[in-house]
């Protein structure tokens, strides 16, 4: 399905060029407008991400998520940035988040993870993974907002992550995000050919409506699109009806 994303800081909706927080893009509206508008066009599933926990979780907007949940009781709502603990995750699933996204934690700290896929079930979870595609051709995975290599392969991680049920995988080619050059298909079919399984959900280049198809047709079940929506590069409910026709 068609998954938009709001990534907010200190209230407002932003955009990072790459991660980059020193190329943040702030926009006019605030993400209630955005959140009630896409509710208002049914759609199924949101995601969030707390730019202000990312860099930094004690500055998290819990005030802001909650004002936002009270709008999406009908809908699968996926918060991320500045998960730490186990305690960020029993506060946001208790504001009634339905997943949270964990990133850079599930590399540095994988036994901290996996005990959360224990006590929260692979349901609540998404793994974020950050890919950057090496010129030897492997799938190279970074942390700490995309500014450090982790020195593991998507191979290393997923591998990992399957053995403890892991079952959505939210993988963003940083090479792309934000960039509007195009979705970079051979990295989505060779998750999919390799971990047929797993829920994936593509993120990253998405500039048209054929790119949508495109993903679609190799098999990709959910598209994350932020900047193409909020900046209206391509149309929200043109999009949706072309996910439905394909």
């Not at 980059?20 to 208002?40: D, G, H, T, V």
């Not at 030897?136 to 990992?160: A, E, L, M, P, R």
Request: net charge positive; hydrophobic share 40%; with cysteine.
């Amino acid at each position: 399905m068609i998954i938009p994303s709001i990534d907010f800081m200190f209230n407002s909706i932003v955009r990072l060029y790459q991660g980059n927080f020193q190329c943040l893009r702030k926009y006019n509206q605030e993400p209630l407008y955005y959140i009630k508008y896409y509710i208002e066009k049914r759609t199924n599933i949101i995601h969030l991400v707390d730019l202000s926990g990312a860099k930094n979780p004690l500055k998290r907007q819990l005030n802001l998520v909650s004002k936002i949940v009270t709008k999406c009781k009908s809908i699968v709502l996926q918060v991320g940035g500045g998960i730490r603990s186990s305690s960020d995750i029993h506060a946001l699933l208790k504001l009634g988040a339905s997943r949270i996204v964990i990133g850079s934690i599930a590399i540095k700290e994988p036994r901290k993870v996996q005990e959360w896929l224990t006590i929260f079930g692979p349901e609540k979870i998404v793994l974020a993974l950050d890919i950057y595609n090496k010129p030897n051709g492997k799938y190279s995975v970074y942390i700490n907002g995309w500014q450090k290599s982790s020195n593991k392969t998507i191979d290393n991680i997923i591998n990992h992550y399957v053995c403890y049920g892991i079952k959505h995988i939210l993988c963003t080619d940083i090479s792309r995000d934000g960039t509007f050059i195009g979705v970079n298909l051979s990295l989505y079919k060779y998750l999919l050919d390799n971990w047929p399984n797993i829920s994936f959900q593509s993120s990253g280049g998405v500039k048209s409506l054929n790119d949508i198809i495109k993903l679609r047709y190799i098999g990709i079940k959910n598209i994350i699109v932020g900047r193409a929506f909020i900046e209206n590069k391509i149309n929200f409910l043109e999009t949706i009806e072309c996910w439905r026709n394909v």
